[in-house]
């Protein structure tokens, strides 16, 4: 277990749905970081964040959007959803910002499914 | 961009040492290499990072070569469960940002 807690496991939704994906980092934690991964592909970064703030940026659709709550949870929104938006999305989270002396601990994602 | 590169797959015997290499030749002097690995479509689970001497926890070791432009993960002994795809990643720290950039990594099979 690695204390990255990642709801709700499974979403099924239809085209042109708004849907909400939470994350819960490891206790201490501060840095949130959400990954894609589409049907065999690899994991794409979309975005990150530290105590709050957004830090980096990836291939984040302008339809996407997160944010990270002051007791650290985040949440990441996805809008006028396409059937191409259907994958996997991991939650990882780290205590430190910059050292990069720091793993990364994944939770186990939640599955959309847009039908 | 991914800043590794990694062979697409390898097999390994049950109980062998598998060896998974990996070229990081533009690290920069303060950068960690890192190691994960996915079962199916867990998580991608951590296993050991360095930045140059060699380390070595309850799940592998890590071999930095001494320029650090390229490593090794070592599984000891590999069993089936140690079946996975295997990425290593060196934080990209281009553009002012930190970003873990996950590359395509390889796919291992420990076969029986």
């Known amino acids: 277990d690695s204390g990255v807690t990642q709801t709700p496991k499974h979403l099924i939704t239809a085209t042109g749905q708004r849907v909400t994906l939470r994350c819960s980092p490891r206790?201490?934690?501060?840095?949130v970081y959400w990954y894609q991964q589409s049907l065999d592909q690899g994991l794409q970064f979309l975005i990150q964040?530290?105590?709050?703030?957004?830090?980096a940026k990836g291939n984040i659709l302008e339809r996407f959007s997160a944010q990270q709550f002051p007791d650290l949870h985040s949440e990441l929104n996805l809008s006028s959803l396409e059937l191409g938006d259907s994958a996997l999305y991991f939650c990882?989270?780290?205590?430190?910002?910059?050292?990069?002396?720091?793993?990364?601990?994944f939770g186990n994602g939640t599955r959309l499914t847009v039908t | 961009d991914a800043k590794t590169t990694q062979p697409p797959s390898m097999d390994c015997a049950e109980g062998r040492a598998a060896n998974l290499p990996c070229n990081h030749s533009t690290i920069s002097g303060n950068e960690y290499v890192y190691w994960y690995r996915q079962i199916h479509s867990q998580g991608p689970q951590y296993i050991i990072h360095?930045?140059?001497n060699n380390e070595t926890n309850e799940m592998a070791s890590l071999i930095i070569t001494e320029d650090r432009k390229s490593s090794t993960l070592i599984l000891p002994h590999a069993t089936l469960r140690d079946t996975a795809v295997y990425y290593c990643?060196?934080?990209?720290?281009?553009?002012?940002?930190?970003?873990?950039?996950f590359g395509t990594g390889t796919r291992l099979k420990v076969l029986a």
């Open positions: 990643i060196v934080r990209d720290s281009t553009s002012g940002t930190y970003k873990y950039i």
């Open positions: 360095g930045l140059k």
């Open positions: 964040y530290y105590n709050g703030e957004e830090r």
């Open positions: 990882a989270s780290s205590s430190n910002r910059d050292t990069g002396d720091s793993p990364l601990h």
């Open positions: 206790s201490g934690d501060l840095s």
